[in-house]
């Protein structure tokens, strides 16, 4: 089946410093690709819609400049938090749809756990 | 998309059968009811979905009212493994929209 691989599953680092988390669809190609962020004992919160070829669309109060993300070809979409803080810290995760339909299953990544000191 | 109610949490015995409910009495005809579980520390995982009837694959049932205004997830022999939290979602049909995550019902599963 479909699968939707994320990197790295997990990253520690210092404040202030920036990430980049990769999420790639391994066998199929995907024109949108969702990211959520899920903190703990929460549920998943979309964060933004990834598009290839064209800009991000942002969920209401994620800050865009904060938390870069680039759709640059059809299998893969990469997530860059920006100057990290403490409160970043979060299990962020990628999915994709292998249609464009509504009526399909979407595949999700592993998830990539950030930490920051 | 229409919201969805799950109980918080259930408790099953290991090799019993779980019936996992939803409410969705605001569901539009074009929304597809979808299943995903997640399992502590991974991604969500897809279990099932379904439009008016009901479905079965490898690893659950779903059965749909007829009114469509609630579903269950069936797990025929719950077992360790399948301890996680289920989430009940409507998808539009007619759209690449993303899955809206609400807080799911979290399965204990005892040995």
């Not at chain 1, 209401?60 to 938090?81: R, Y």
Request: aromatic letters at 8%; one cysteine or more; a neutral charge.
């Amino acid at each position: 089946g479909a699968v939707v691989s994320q990197h790295p599953s997990w990253v520690i680092c210092k404040s202030g410093t920036s990430v980049k988390i990769e999420c790639r669809s391994l066998d199929f190609q995907a024109t949108t690709m969702f990211w959520y962020r899920q903190f703990p004992k929460q549920s998943l919160m979309l964060m933004a819609t990834s598009n290839e070829g064209s800009k991000a669309t942002y969920e209401q109060g994620v800050e865009k400049d904060k938390f870069l993300i680039n759709h640059a070809s059809l299998t893969l979409s990469t997530l860059t938090v920006t100057s990290a803080h403490p409160e970043d810290s979060s299990f962020y995760i990628c999915s994709a749809p292998p249609g464009t339909s509504g009526a399909g299953e979407l595949f999700f990544g592993e998830g990539s756990r950030l930490t920051v000191l | 998309d229409a919201k969805t109610t799950q109980p918080n949490s259930m408790e099953s015995n290991e090799e019993e059968p779980v019936h996992l409910p939803c409410n969705h009495s605001t569901i539009s005809g074009t929304d597809y009811i979808h299943w995903y579980r997640q399992l502590p520390s991974q991604g969500p995982e897809y279990v099932i979905h379904g439009l008016t009837s009901n479905v079965n694959n490898r690893m659950a049932s779903l059965a749909i009212a007829e009114d469509r205004k609630s579903s269950t997830l069936i797990l025929h022999r719950a077992t360790l493994r399948d301890a996680a939290v289920y989430y009940c979602i409507l998808r539009d049909f007619s759209g690449n929209t993303p899955l809206v995550f609400g807080k799911g019902t979290r399965l204990s599963v005892i040995a």
